[in-house]
């Protein structure tokens, strides 16, 4: 299969598509004032091929802001796209599209993988699409795009899920989280006062949490919403770590980016050695992978505003691309396989 990138910085779609060629599956990466345009222009650019876009950042060794990005795959890709309405009510609804597109694709786990963008409540939605992929143990990789919009071949929808199952037919595909934290000394917490739907953390071991964070990291108030960039907290799932950004301060309370329940576990964790952890991915991947033909990657929001402050971020697009095409998208919460988490690097990764 072959993995193409094309970009505009003033979002010209024309611009950003010249040099695709009978593209066989389309993701579209635009702006909020240009989306649903992009849409209906890319339908009509390439009629009937499965596609699924949404409002946010793009990158290969550049970053596309405010412009527009689209990824194809061609040479060798089976797929479908389609959409899950209603995610904040009922997703499950519409779950007979997604198992009729796994039939259809005939999709493995060891060739296919289901690419996914969401307006929100991604943890319902990925319980929702995981039940139909564990049949085949088929990975998803995705994320959450911006302001409340996503599109399925070349229709726009609210409050809803896109997705592609994509089916590399000359050879494997594997999915990858990288996480680049780790636990801040011993600090461990039973969370309580939380409020699922607002995503609200209220207390740790039973004071308040606002003040419990600040009194570890001897930091204001308002430094809270960017302390978070080196110190998330940490929420147990088995043997992985999910991690929780914060997003602002309630009173005493925190407002997350994912949703904690009373009697969760959670741990405070900082930042590692953020370069060797990339290298480290990388290495992984080569090993399993020789030869590869592409790579798509989610990079939450919050490493992108990370690796920019730390001047990291140029170095880190031209560390990626050693792999070959590599191509993705600036998140707002990551996807990987049944997971939510923020913080991080979910990729897929096409032999």
């Known amino acids: 299969m072959k993995q193409f990138f094309g970009m505009s910085q003033h979002g010209d779609l024309k611009e950003a598509v010249r040099g695709v060629s009978r593209p066989q599956f389309i993701m579209l990466l635009s702006n909020g004032d240009q989306f649903e345009a992009h849409v209906k222009e890319l339908e009509a650019l390439f009629p009937g091929v499965p596609s699924i876009g949404c409002i946010g950042m793009s990158y290969d060794t550049r970053v596309v802001e405010k412009g527009v990005g689209v990824i194809a795959f061609s040479e060798g890709v089976s797929a479908a796209a389609n959409v899950l309405e209603e995610v904040s009510v009922m997703p499950v609804k519409y779950i007979d599209r997604l198992e009729q597109d796994v039939k259809s694709v005939n999709g493995t786990e060891r060739d296919t993988v ?3 963008f969401c307006t929100g409540n991604d943890a319902c939605v990925l319980t929702t699409i995981y039940s139909v992929l564990k049949r085949r143990n ?4 995705g994320g959450t795009g911006d302001a409340g919009k996503v599109s399925a071949n070349g229709r726009v929808y609210e409050d809803a899920v896109v997705y592609g199952i994509i089916k590399n037919q000359n050879g494997r595909v594997k999915a990858y989280k990288e996480n680049i934290y780790h636990q801040m000394q011993n600090h461990r917490f039973i969370a309580s006062g939380t409020d699922k739907a607002k995503y609200i953390l209220g207390t740790l071991n039973g004071r308040p949490a606002r003040q419990v964070y600040q009194d570890i990291l001897k930091i204001s108030e308002q430094e809270i919403t960017t302390q978070t960039f080196k110190n998330p907290f ?3 799932n088995g043997d992985d770590t999910c991690i929780v950004s914060i997003k602002e ?5 925190l407002c997350c980016f994912r949703q904690v329940n009373d009697s969760d576990v ?3 964790l900082e930042l590692g050695d ?3 952890i990339v290298k480290n991915t990388i290495g992984k991947i080569k090993h399993d992978f020789p030869n ?10 919050f490493r992108y505003l990370l690796f920019t402050q730390e001047h990291y971020m ?3 697009l031209n560390e990626m691309s050693v792999l070959g095409r590599h191509a993705g998208l600036v998140g707002y919460g990551e996807h990987y396989n049944n997971r939510f988490v923020n913080q991080s690097m979910t990729c897929v990764v096409f032999e």
């Open 114 to 116: 289901c690419i996914d």
């Open 138 to 141: 088929i990975s998803l990789v």
């Open 234 to 236: 940490g929420k147990l």
């Open 249 to 253: 301060v309630q009173g005493d309370a």
């Open 266 to 268: 959670l741990l405070l």
């Open 274 to 276: 953020y370069r060797a």
């Open 292 to 301: 590869i033909s592409a790579v798509f990657s989610v990079n939450c929001l």
């Open 314 to 316: 140029q170095e880190y």
